[in-house]
């Protein structure tokens, strides 16, 4: 009888062990078969082992430099990041042809990738700057003359490769979403401007519209 | 007479309303200061430290005020001039041009020279040394501890064992003296009552197995079904540790700011570190740590091999090294799951699978990711079918279909109406997430 006496000791045992076994905090607790857990093909964000050819085991490559990716052709951008690419692009560049933005797109990434900073409706108020204020610009909102008389392209440029504290969006917005963000903030702009005389205000939203 | 005095009076009031004239004229510091932070001047400028333009302190030793005042409020017209300092400069700064300020007064801009000029210096500090050796790591002391119990425990087993067997050999030779001490009883009996102790051991044994081996083998079932291989409640410590509460809670960054990709891909996107400079770039909390940049936004700095004094144009070093973020929700390798088809399509919030996020301080698994899990959701989430032009015919086909010819109520929702499901699209087939 002294093997079952043993065999119920060893189980309470185990069974407390187990229980140590839950993922918590920096443990993912036990795993049956890691194999399937961890692809052995490189997936997104597989974390890989590292090997002289991966030093960071990384799972994707960076791409040769000027390489563009099928379909992505308006991704290629021909004016330098610096002065005098800027005022080439505010002097060049226009929107592309046939732009419209009927879905509201413009205004949902708006939303997303401006408002947290400029605010909702442009006037510099959003939750970042109110924060961290010494990171706004010099004008004060869209309604600011500098804003609405802009030329697009310094805006596109700004938005792909940053100015200032504002940084790179390029990344995160599509060239023809970058587009529609413009459009937007143009929209939001004109509208500022048109506030104190409040029926002007529809007038100017209708022609943006019919402008574009 | 009253002429006179109305000629009294009329000095007295030119004199009171130019002597504050006179007294602008004089650059003030405090007008200065309030112009500064109006001009939004700090966006580009610190006093003691390059930001996108140069450090201020001392601009009014470097350059003449005449200099000064011509560039700061229109350096474009300056430079067009042909003076050869302020081209010097904006070359310097790889030709990012600073504002124009025209609506600034030349008084007023001597107003802010003379603020830079009697802005205190900073305080430097002593370095804090107390409060970062005092934490302990208690986890160690607590593993020694059990080592040490085990090992008593051993020698304690060890130590009886080898006293039983110099009992029993000495009772082999001398059976008489050890009589009584080899037939008491084990120890364990002896605590046991009475009753219990006579009892037949194998009765006993089964008794004992019934009370804790039962309950035991339960809890292992579901330990084994619910905790082998589930990872809720994982939240390791990250390389740098990004407060989701901060950036997604308090200051309202909405999740695709980050996660760009949630919407058009299978994976929602862990953030380049572009992404992360466009904020803080700016941002280096240098106010909370003594003037120098906030240790986890300087593994940002790091990685890029960015260093925020170095010239311009110069900031980005070539070794950087991305940063290893620890993967919390990790699906087996035959479970297919894509983020663009549950948010875009399916227009599911972040946070029916990933909890609340926002209040997270440090991420944490907050689902199991179990297949039944999943299966839950796709047996009872109604299908918005209403707003699905595409698939507008073959939805309303599903539902006339059902309406006359099924009687099974898991088709039908709460509101006695036909209500489409993921499983009724084929959302339980095997084929649909495993292959």
Redesign the interface.
Known sequence: MKKVNQILLSATLASALLGGCVSRGNDPGWEYAPDMYYSKGYEPYSQADSSALNPYGMSMRTPAVGSVAMGKSDYVYPYENNGAGYELAGAELTMPEGFSDADGRGQYLYDIYCAPCHGAKGNNDGAVFQKAANLKPAWKGYSDPYIQTLPVGKIYHTLTYGKNNMGSHASVLAPLDRWKVINYVKQLSMQSAAAPAASATENAASEMETAN | MIIKHLKGWALAAILAVSAPVLAQDAPSADEGKKLYEA??????HALDKK??GPALRGVTDRRSEEWLIQWIRNNEKFRKSGDADANAL?EEY????M?I?ENLSPLQVQHILEYIKTAPAPVQEKAQTTGVTAEEDNSNSIYILLILVAVFAVVLLVLSKVKNTLLRVAAEQDPETYAEQMNKLPLWKRLLPKKLANMN??VL?LF??LI??LP?AG??YK?SIS???????????QPIAFSHKLHAG?????C??CH?TVEES??AS?P?L??C???H???QLTEKYNGNVSPEIQKIYDALDYDPEAKPGEEFGDNP??I?WV?IH?L???AYFNHSQHVKVGKLECQTCHGPIERMEKVQ?WNTLQMGWCIDCHRNAGIDAANNNYYAALHAKAASDLENNGNNSQYFGPDGKVRITPAMNGGLECAKCHY
Not at chain 2, 94 to 97: P, R, S, V, Y
Not at chain 2, 227 to 237: F, L, T
Request: charge should be positive.
């Open positions: 001009n939004n001047c700090g966006s580009c930001v996108v904006y790889g030709g990012a041009a504002n300020f051991t194998t044994s004992i197995t804790i081996g035991m809890y292992g330990f905790e082998v291989g589930v990872q809720k409640g994982y939240a390791p410590e308090d200051l309202q960054l909405n695709r700011y760009s299978k994976s862990i380049a572009n992404t400079m466009n904020c770039k700016g941002v090294k991305p290893r993967r990790n087996p390798d035959h698994q």
